[in-house]
């Protein structure tokens, strides 16, 4: 399962390449909150005036996130070394020490307390100055979260080649993580950076260019986060929205209110579950004797969304791209095909929301929760971004064989920073 066989090899045999040509490769980790992914990109050189090309890409990924360890921050290091080991066989000996390894860590992190973050970054640091690669100074740091969305952004237009020559027709990217989510844009109307709050709006620079980006970071709108909100789970008295979206558990394992059983509509009728988020275990179920199905679904999420989020006016006719659970969720229910991915229209996602959760028992077995992922999917796009219903929402995993991660902005803003390229 890897990429190592890379077709060019068969194209141009090493002895036919130009004599000059020069690889070199990047290691990037994704720390979510559901998952710790390792990206080693190769890049090829061929002649020393025209920049390095992206030649392939292996991936890989590991269940739960570095945040699952947050007591144990020697067994989450030990996750990112099993990962690592792989780049010690992708990346050739001669290179080990010129090739940077970095890990950002997003919404899973920022929500831990900073003594037990630090603790698991600190952990992964020795694990990366234990290797034969190049660590940077900042290698293992949590990631800024307006930097999720812009480096996402630069990624699709890069490989899109939106961000080349002439005639740049940009698209937006919509990204639903665990914990937080986020809308990133060029904007084109003089309207949109006047409205816009002043911390929406970021100049980046890449390739030689100055994006001024729209971008924003909804800590605590996540899918899973939203969960937790939508069943009421969050004791939030006092505490900010971000902040409770995971409450920070002291000891090993907190149970919330005295084993308080949260319930919702938006859940099979005779559903009764534990689930274990952060460290705390949540107890949740159906409406036993009450409503359930779309529409009082829907009510219970719109309080979740409905006038938290800014909607720009400019976004509502243009197409964006979406990935992450945004993917995951309209594959699960065939909306797109798991490997193909596909385009589809805001209200698609309404319309199966719809048939799933007004059939929760035929779709059950799936996932409990999926009635309401796609309710909030749903509710996020229309009253939360303002999307129209026929708003095209372009669904990708990956553009020519490369993962569309912010990893890849990433690890070309690594390379520019250590005067590697770009
Ligand atoms: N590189 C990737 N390839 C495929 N899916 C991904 C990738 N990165 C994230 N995802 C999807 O996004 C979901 C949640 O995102 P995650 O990064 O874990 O949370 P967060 O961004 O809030 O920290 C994952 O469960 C996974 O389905
Ligand atoms: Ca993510």
New binding site residues.
């Given amino acids: 399962h890897s990429n190592r066989e890379m077709w060019f090899q068969d194209l141009f045999p090493p002895n036919m390449c130009p004599i000059n040509a020069k690889t070199f490769y990047g290691i990037m980790f994704?720390a979510?909150?559901?998952?710790t992914?390792i990206h080693i990109y190769t890049f090829v050189q061929k002649s020393p005036e025209i920049l390095p090309e992206l030649e392939g890409e292996i991936?890989e990924?590991v269940k739960p996130?570095l945040s699952a360890y947050a007591d144990q921050p020697e067994k989450g290091a030990e996750s990112v070394k099993r990962l690592l080991d792989m780049a010690v066989d992708a990346v050739p000996p001669h290179l080990w020490k010129k090739t940077p390894v970095v890990l950002k860590a997003?919404?899973?992190l920022r929500l831990l307390s900073e003594e037990k973050a630090q603790a698991l970054l600190s952990e992964v640091k020795e694990v990366f100055e234990k290797s034969p690669f190049l660590v940077p100074e900042d290698s293992v740091s949590i990631m800024d979260g307006s930097y999720?969305g812009i480096l996402a952004w630069i990624t699709v237009n890069f490989l899109t080649g939106q961000l080349s020559g002439q005639n740049q027709h940009t698209t937006g990217t919509l990204?639903l993580?665990?914990?937080?989510t986020q809308i990133t844009f060029l904007p084109r109307f003089e309207e949109t950076l006047k409205e816009s709050p002043r911390d929406f709006l970021t100049s980046f620079e890449m390739f030689n260019s100055t994006y001024k980006l729209y971008t924003h970071s909804y800590l605590g709108f996540?899918?899973k986060a939203a969960r937790l909100a939508t069943l009421g789970a969050l004791n939030t008295e006092g505490m900010s929205c971000e902040k409770a979206a995971f409450p920070v558990s002291t000891s090993n394992e907190t149970e919330v209110a005295d084993g308080q059983m949260f319930r919702s509509s938006c859940l099979p009728k005779q559903l009764e579950a534990e689930w274990h988020f952060g460290g705390v275990k949540y107890r949740y179920g159906g409406n036993k004797e009450g409503e359930t199905g779309f529409k009082p679904c829907y009510l219970e999420v719109l309080k979740v969304v409905k006038g938290k989020l800014h909607q720009p006016d400019e976004i509502r006719g243009s197409s964006f791209y979406a990935?992450?659970?945004y993917?995951?969720r309209a594959a699960d229910t065939n909306l797109i095909d798991y490997e193909q991915g596909g385009v589809l229209e805001v209200r698609d996602f309404e319309r199966k929301a719809k048939e799933v959760c007004d059939n929760m028992e035929r779709f059950s077995s799936a996932s409990p929760f999926l009635c309401m992922d796609l309710t909030y999917i749903t509710a996020l796009l229309k009253e939360g971004f303002g999307f129209r219903d026929n708003t095209l929402l372009q669904l990708t995993?990956k553009v020519n064989n490369i993962?569309t991660?912010w990893?890849l902005g990433a690890t070309f803003h690594l390379l520019q920073s250590l005067g590697i390229t770009y």
Avoid: I, P, V
Wanted: charged share 25%; aromatic share 14%.
């Fill in positions: 994704d979510g909150s559901t998952g992914r991936f990924s996130g997003t919404a899973g999720e990204d993580g665990g914990a937080s996540g899918l990935f992450s659970y993917y995951d995993k993962e991660s990893t």
